[in-house]
């Protein structure tokens, strides 16, 4: 049997991911192959929808700028996609999509192998998509003391803050600037296009970008010298094992460092 997987997203020139599932197909032993599927506006969302039943794909990945959009396109949502109200996985089953959150787990995995707690502690989010609903979820098991989600469009983030069990206000991204905060959390698509990111606010113990290409991204590199620094690579390769074992039933053993070092190097 062969099993057909694939991503939609738009732009999706920065994704490792069929170079993480190739890997995953490789140690498992299973025929198959991962294609990526741009898709520049929402309306061309419901033809590859189509396509991918017809040729009996057995799930795709959902990327940004999707994540929400991509629900209402289910027939079914996983619990892990409910809690979150982002969807980054859908699994094809007799005609019939069902949405799952994978970045939640993979968000959490990257924190506890990085040994980053974010209880009781003073956070900053940046950003109010799809992502940052999945740090959210995260959060809500392992409540900081306070979040600050800053985002362009703030109103977002207001909805988002309104919606935590714990203490949470929002914010436009300038008048963060000057605060200093435990830990800040990128989730905006800032830098994607190659655009730079000047420094938001100041981190005493730890920058954690969700984006992972260049290895030093945009927001990063902002950022002089100063506290431990993560990109989200290991996210990524988290969340796509979950995701490729609610595809095939198994769930592949990754070696970051190996992973790591044929995407960047590849
Ligand atoms: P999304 O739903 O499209 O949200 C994008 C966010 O970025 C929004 O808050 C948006 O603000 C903000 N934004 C975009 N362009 C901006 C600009 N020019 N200036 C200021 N703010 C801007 O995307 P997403 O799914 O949350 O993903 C966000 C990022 O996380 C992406 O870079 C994605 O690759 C990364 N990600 C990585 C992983 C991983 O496994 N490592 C997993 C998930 C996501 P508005 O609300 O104002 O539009």
Same mark, same amino acid.
């Given at each position: 049997m062969y099993v057909n997987m694939g991503l939609i997203g738009y732009p999706l020139g920065h994704t490792f991911s069929p170079v993480l599932h190739t890997h995953f197909l490789d140690i498992t032993g299973i025929?198959?192959? @991962?294609?990526? @599927?741009? $898709?520049?506006?929402?309306?061309?969302?419901?033809? =590859?929808?189509?396509?991918?039943k017809r040729y009996s794909f057995a799930g795709v990945n959902v990327t940004v700028p999707y994540k929400i959009e991509i629900m209402k396109y289910c027939d079914a949502l996983d619990a892990s996609a409910e809690k979150t109200g982002a969807v980054n996985t859908l699994h094809f089953v007799n005609g019939k999509i069902t949405g799952y959150?994978?970045?939640? @787990?993979?968000?959490? #995995?990257?924190?506890?192998? &990085?040994?980053?707690?974010? &209880?009781?502690?003073?956070?900053?989010?940046?950003? &109010?998509?799809g992502a940052a609903k999945a740090i959210? $979820?995260?959060?809500?098991?392992?409540?900081?003391?306070? =979040?600050t989600i800053a985002n362009r469009t703030e109103a977002k983030a207001g909805f988002l803050a309104s919606l935590c069990s714990f203490k949470a206000v929002?914010?436009?991204?300038?008048? *963060? #600037?000057?605060?200093? +905060?435990?830990?800040?959390?990128?989730?905006?698509?800032?830098? !994607?296009?190659?655009?730079?990111?000047?420094?938001?606010? $100041? $981190?005493?113990?730890? =920058? *954690?970008?969700?984006? +992972?290409?260049?290895? *030093?991204?945009?927001? !990063?590199?902002? @950022?002089?010298?100063?506290?431990?620094?993560?990109?989200g690579f290991s996210m990524l390769v988290w969340q796509a094992c979950r995701s490729f074992a609610i595809w095939t039933g198994t769930e592949p053993e990754p070696d970051i460092k190996k992973l790591s070092d044929i995407a960047y190097h590849s």
């Open positions: 025929n198959g192959g @991962y294609t990526c @599927y741009e $898709a520049e506006s929402p309306s061309s969302i419901h033809y =590859l929808l189509d396509m991918f959150n994978t970045d939640v @787990y993979g968000f959490g #995995r990257m924190l506890e192998t &990085a040994g980053i707690s974010t &209880a009781g502690k003073n956070i900053l989010l940046l950003g &109010a998509g959210i $979820a995260y959060l809500a098991e392992f409540k900081p003391d306070k =979040l929002s914010s436009d991204m300038d008048s *963060v #600037r000057g605060e200093i +905060y435990d830990i800040i959390i990128n989730s905006t698509s800032i830098g !994607l296009q190659g655009e730079g990111f000047p420094a938001v606010g $100041a $981190a005493s113990e730890v =920058l *954690v970008d969700l984006q +992972y290409k260049p290895a *030093v991204t945009p927001f !990063l590199a902002g @950022y002089g010298s100063g506290p431990e620094r993560i990109n």
